[in-house]
């Protein structure tokens, strides 16, 4: 089925063919990818203004990590603040056994809750 207002299209092989293992045909207009403006043009070299530094110099690794140490000690020892803050204070402040018994609370409340919904599911 065709177009009635259209013209007639150019067919799409208008050359002769080729086989798979045949290189394709050179092309007429070739072009190179790279400006011609810019492969001219020698590369400009970055302007150096004062004296180069020395790699690896100035005051030393022992020194930062030092100053690291005292920063997170000076985070640890800062006073808390906020609900979350006071709330990892009180769990600091529990012992072992009463940790215990609260985690031992958690889980058989989560039980009594798993039994009910089977419960109320129970066909």
């Known amino acids: 089925m065709g177009n009635l207002c259209g013209k007639e299209s150019q067919d799409n092989f208008q050359g002769p063919g080729r086989v798979l293992s045949a290189a394709p045909a050179p092309s007429n207009n070739a072009r190179s990818s790279v400006p011609t403006k810019a492969s001219n043009a020698p590369a400009a070299k970055p302007k150096v203004t004062g004296p180069g ?3 690896g110099g100035g005051e030393g690794r022992g020194d ?4 690291a140490a005292a920063a997170a000690e000076a985070r640890a020892n800062k006073p808390a603040s906020g609900d979350l803050a006071k709330k990892l204070e009180a769990q600091k ?3 072992q056994n ?5 985690v031992a609370y958690e889980n058989r409340a989560q039980r009594d809750a798993d039994a009910v919904n089977e419960a109320r599911t129970y066909h």
């Open 64 to 67: 930062a990590r030092s100053a």
């Open 93 to 95: 402040k529990l012992t």
């Open 53 to 55: 530094r020395n790699l």
């Open 98 to 102: 009463q940790t215990l018994q609260q």
